[in-house]
């Protein structure tokens, strides 16, 4: 659906974007120590952190047997995970 109207968007929205990208190492070097501090910190716990990976064969039980249990509890981990960060 966003995708259908992208092209009625302002011209001046072209370039917006919410991050500036990793390779922009000014961009990210220029964010003040009270702000890059603590995204650090908390992506190098991410790093540290032991996440179960998402199997396709526990989907694929889902799917086929309707067993979620073992998808959704890693699933569930890993989601945690991502949000500790934000």
């Keep these: 659906m966003l995708v259908e109207r992208l092209p009625f968007l302002s011209e001046r929205l072209a370039d917006f974007a919410v991050a500036p990208a990793a390779a922009d190492r000014p961009a990210w070097s220029a964010l003040p120590e009270w702000v890059r501090r603590p995204l650090v ?46």
Excluded at 54 to 60: E, G, R, S, V
């Design 41 to 86: 910190a908390a992506g190098e716990t991410a790093l540290a952190a032991c996440n179960p990976p998402l199997l396709a064969t526990d989907y694929l039980a889902y799917s086929r047997i309707g067993d979620r249990q073992i998808f959704e509890a890693n699933y569930i981990i890993s989601i945690a995970a991502v949000r500790s960060t934000l």
